[in-house]
T-cell receptor, first 110, second 112 residues
Framework: NAGVTQTPKFRVLKTGQSMTLLCAQD?????MYWYRQDPGMGLRLIHY???????AKGEVPDGYNVSRLKKQNFLLGLESAAPSQTSVYFC?????????FGQGTRLTVV | DQQVKQNSPSLSVQEGRISILNCDYT??????FLWYKKYPAEGPTFLIS?????DKNEDGRFTVFLNKSAKHLSLHIVPSQPGDSAVYFC???????????FGQGTRLTINP
């Protein structure tokens, strides 16, 4: 009964380093999303996917790339991390309008 | 441009009383609205939703009201319990667009 699983849970990066956040869902959902949560800003959509092999930009896509090679996985990449990308990242999946979220990844860029 | 707004960053309510959380939206194309609850160090969890064809939806202690003309929705929790202390996010979508737009969140604290 895993639902949506994010890896890793915590990470500290130096400015300019790269990393990939992995999201896996076992609910066979078509839609997957990456959000970031910052104080006073709520949850803002970074990128999303409406099916395997598709990706689209959300509200705050700059500095991030995504891939959805398999239906169950949605990867978020940071090619050159910046302090402004310090945030808590949430992955979500959906088959309708109700989205199910992972537990979050806390990323700090120093 | 904040399309979904929760203007109260925090709310404190006594246990047993009613909690009312408010949310306003600007995009008249939104036709589906949701409330999520979030505890620290956890992901948001779905609480209740309402379609624009309705003006009220109830689920146990939770009721969501939608006023389309005012572009306003509210979540009522009655009676409030200590376990309701969390951050509540309002979200909206255009059905078919499959994207949820979230408000900033309201931190609800239930005092014993």
């Amino acid at each position: 009964n895993a639902g949506v699983t994010q890896t890793p849970k915590f990470r500290v990066l130096k400015t300019g380093q790269s990393m990939t956040l992995l999201c896996a869902q076992d609910m066979n959902h078509e839609y997957m999303y990456w959000y970031r949560q910052d104080p006073g800003m709520g949850l803002r959509l970074i990128h999303y996917s409406v099916g395997e092999g598709t990706t689209a930009k959300g509200e705050v896509p700059d500095g991030y790339n995504v891939s959805r090679l398999k239906k169950q996985n949605f990867l978020l990449g940071l090619e050159s991390a910046a302090p402004s990308q310090t945030s808590v990242y949430f992955c979500a999946s959906s088959q309708g309008t109700e989205a199910f979220f992972g537990q979050g990844t806390r990323l700090t860029v120093v | 441009d904040q399309q979904v707004k929760q203007n109260s960053p925090s709310l404190s309510v006594q246990e047993g009383r009613i909690s009312i959380l408010n949310c306003d939206y600007t995009n008249s194309m939104f036709d589906y609205f949701l409330w999520y609850k979030k505890y620290p160090a956890e992901g948001p969890t779905f609480l209740i939703s309402i379609s624009s064809i309705k003006d009220k939806n109830e689920d146990g202690r939770f009721t969501v009201f939608l006023n389309k003309s005012a572009k306003h929705l509210s979540l009522h929790i009655v009676p409030s319990q200590p376990g309701d202390s969390a951050v509540y996010f309002c979200a909206a979508s255009v059905q078919g667009a499959q994207k949820l737009v979230f408000g900033q969140g309201t931190r609800l604290t239930i005092n014993p």
